[in-house]
């Protein structure tokens, strides 16, 4: 069996800046990144909000720059699937794909999170062109624009006010005749004028052309079918922390986000560490992502020495 050092699992901001921090303390990371190398991120186009950048920069680069940067500072970067973990009595073994496994002195889960979709054949098709999971990532093109966003959450509210901040119009798609947000949250929808609810409706299918998202075929529960004309579609009706395979072991809350003592990274098991949105089920950005990568790789870096 094949032992390092420090073990990180997840291609994302986290994973990467975890690996730059580890690698220049000289920790020889290896960095598993699974069929989504990039992250959630690479799901969207121009990163605007990433501090750094002043005209943007495309998501897809930001992300191969930070693994180049981990690669050239040593980081041992590979293409695999983490199958299955094994916490237990001190040990630290990932398995890859269904035959490798790995022994760590240190591992660090930065798997993130995925968003929930509605599974619709439609939206995945216009995945990036029009279809969003992240108005604080993707709402900046629809200004002026009229979007729709599915839920009824505090999600999906917050999503909403933003959005409303900068587009004509704002739909919120809930399913039922209530919300399910905060009171609070409810109330900011309710005054904010330019957003409509369509209660008690799903959505049928995204519509759109070669250029993207049109509109959206909605049914309401009594069964009227009708359309609304939007050129953004954000979905917001939860995230699933990609945290599964190691709950066995790891303390999360009851949402499966994996629980971290205080400002630190270190999980309930001594040696294994969390950073990004496996751990965040607030904040959910990519600079966060990153800062919590460089805390884990620190958090390892003390635990390896001793203190
Ligand atoms: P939630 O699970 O709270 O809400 C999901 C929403 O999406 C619900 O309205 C749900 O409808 C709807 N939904 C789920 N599946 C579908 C579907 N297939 N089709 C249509 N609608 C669907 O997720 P959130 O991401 O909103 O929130 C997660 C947690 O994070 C919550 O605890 C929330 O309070 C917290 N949070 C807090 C914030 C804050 O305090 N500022 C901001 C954001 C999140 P239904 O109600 O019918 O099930």
Redesign the pocket.
């Known amino acids: 069996m094949e032992k390092v050092r420090c073990l990180i699992i997840g291609g994302g901001p986290a994973g990467y800046t975890a690996a730059i921090y580890a690698a220049r303390a000289a920790l020889s990371p290896v960095l598993y990144e699974g069929n989504e190398p990039g992250g959630q991120l690479t799901t969207t186009t121009m990163v605007e909000n990433f501090p750094g950048f002043e005209g943007g920069v495309d998501a897809n680069e930001l992300m191969s720059a930070m693994r180049a940067q981990a690669v050239r500072l040593g980081a041992d970067i590979r293409r695999g699937v983490v199958t299955s973990a094994d916490l237990s009595d001190g040990k630290h073994q990932v398995t890859i794909g269904n035959k490798e496994t790995i022994e760590a002195d240190a591992l660090i889960i930065a798997t993130g999170a995925s968003a929930?979709y509605?599974?619709l054949p439609s939206e995945r098709k216009f995945r990036g062109l029009g279809v969003s999971a992240c108005a604080t990532c993707d709402g900046f093109f629809y200004r002026k624009k009229d979007v729709a966003v599915?839920?009824?959450?505090?999600?999906?509210?917050?999503e909403a006010s933003y959005l409303a901040g900068l587009c004509r119009k704002v739909y919120m798609?809930?399913?039922?005749d209530?919300?399910?947000?905060?009171k609070a949250?409810q109330q900011r929808v309710m005054q904010t004028p330019n957003i409509e609810i369509l209660w008690n409706c799903?959505?049928q299918e995204v519509l759109g052309d070669e250029f993207g998202v049109t509109g959206a075929r909605l049914q309401r529960n009594d069964g009227e079918v009708f359309d609304i004309d939007v050129d953004g579609f954000f979905l917001?009706?939860?995230?699933h922390p990609n945290s599964d395979l190691f709950k066995e072991w790891v303390s999360v809350d009851e949402?499966g986000y994996i629980i971290t003592e205080g400002k630190s990274s270190r999980t309930c098991v001594p040696g294994v560490f969390a950073a990004g949105d496996v751990q965040d089920?607030?904040y959910r950005q990519a600079v966060n992502a990153a800062a919590s990568g460089c805390r884990a790789a620190l958090d390892a870096e003390k635990y390896l020495m001793g203190i």
């Open positions: 929930k509605l599974g599915v839920g009824g959450g505090d999600t999906a509210c917050e798609i809930v399913r039922r209530v919300l399910r947000a905060s949250m799903q959505t917001a009706i939860g995230h949402a089920p607030t």
